[in-house]
């Protein structure tokens, strides 16, 4: 996978980004297989891949005229920072935060900068196929004081600024990407 992205597009940034959603539940009302499938995606996928871009990215000389081998972009979530209903799935987004920072500490000697995106209520077809799911985020959206849900363009203008030379001395960061969700 890491040598088919690098032949179609360079190796200068990797982004990990895919998820899936708990079934809203506290841990007693979790079945060992819901928790296993929330983590192997959220948290297990992302240290695959991960490890994966960060073992490319060792390999290869430092960019042209820079001194950075590449930059690893993880996607968390706010609930990785806060607590909520869902013990599994905000267990997973906080295993990827803590991952991010471990990892930043370990490669950083080797110029490869690791940081993550948590991105807050974002408006994608996942949070907005279904009427209902959309309308039940109506109260974290109203939390946040901007009072609205982000787009997928938001969340990627943080991720490409962490991996732009401009965050060329962000290593280690959970950048929330939230409307203001956590500081409420």
């Known amino acids: 996978m890491v040598e088919t992205t690098r032949g179609l597009f360079g190796s200068d940034m990797s982004l990990y980004c895919t998820g ?15 928790f296993d499938l929330i983590t192997n995606i959220n948290h297990r996928g992302a240290w ?5 871009e960060i073992g490319q990215m060792q390999k ?14 993880n996607i968390a979530s706010q609930l990785g920072l806060v607590g909520r209903r869902d013990a599994p799935y905000c267990a ?4 990827v935060i803590a991952m991010t920072k471990c990892d930043a500490i370990d490669y950083a000697q080797h110029n ?3 940081n993550c995106v948590c991105p807050g209520v974002i408006a994608t077809p996942m949070t907005q196929s279904d009427p209902s799911f959309a309308a039940a985020l109506g109260p974290a ?5 901007m009072n609205r849900m982000g787009t997928a363009e938001e969340v990627a203008a943080a ?7 401009r965050a060329g001395f ?7 990407v939230d409307g203001g969700y956590t500081i409420n």
Do not use: F, M, Y
């Open 92 to 95: 997973s987004k906080a295993a």
């Open 159 to 165: 991720c490409l600024w962490l991996c732009g030379d």
């Open 170 to 176: 962000v290593c280690g960061h959970a950048l929330v």
């Open 112 to 114: 490869i900068r690791i």
């Open 48 to 52: 695959l891949c991960s490890r994966a």
């Open 141 to 145: 959206t109203a939390i946040a004081p």
């Open 60 to 73: 290869q000389e430092p960019l042209q005229g820079k001194s950075v081998r590449g930059a690893v972009v």
């Open 20 to 34: 899936i959603l708990g079934n809203n539940a506290p841990s007693t009302e979790t079945s060992l297989a819901q």
